[in-house]
């Protein structure tokens, strides 16, 4: 799947992130996802996402996809993940749903955001992040969006909604 402009805002991007279809399957992720859980790109792509959670967080997972499905959206969903070496790490997911032209479920842009590293510097980095994302976004739909196949508009759609939501985590609340 070649990348839009706006699929590149994430690629070395400070967040975890990931896209995966509508049964769960891992799509696509960024460097910081791969990092962070110890693996390849290529070992992750294909994979199911309870791959990434021990086996005792597997209802959690799974109660997050039913919310997604349910409402096209999970917010502030705390859920704790597994790297490759097992060790496990308490994280934040928000997910928002992709559509196509038509309407139909493609699947979801994900975020999660590692609890244990949310400090002041990390959180400013975050929202710097998202401010410029979103500018860049604004900058792609105000040159170019109009020119894009249907594909890459629907990426774009989704990016700018989850941007759009990230914007609004209040990440002071939520490690406490």
Known sequence: MPQTEARKTLKDAPIMWRRVNSIGV?????????????????????????????K????DMNNSLKIWF???KVTDRKIT??????????????AT???????NLLGSNT???DLEQ????????YQEFFKASNAKLDEI????????DENSKSEYDGLKEMFEMLSKVNFNELRK
């Not at 949310?118 to 980095?125: F, L, P, Q, S, V």
């Not at 105000?142 to 894009?148: F, G, P, R, S, V």
Request: with cysteine; aromatic share 12%; net charge negative.
């Open 26 to 54: 891992i799509l696509d992720c960024n460097s910081t996802y791969a990092a962070k859980l110890g693996y390849a790109k290529s070992e992750i792509i294909g994979r199911p996402i309870f791959e990434h959670v021990p």
């Open 56 to 59: 005792e967080s597997w209802e």
């Open 70 to 72: 349910d409402t096209g």
């Open 81 to 94: 993940f597994k790297k490759q070496n097992g060790e496990t790490f308490s994280g934040l997911l928000q």
């Open 97 to 103: 749903s992709l559509y196509d032209e038509n309407g």
């Open 111 to 113: 975020v999660i955001f």
């Open 118 to 125: 949310m400090t002041d510097e990390k959180i400013k980095e």
């Open 141 to 148: 739909k105000e040159k170019e969006y109009d020119q894009l």
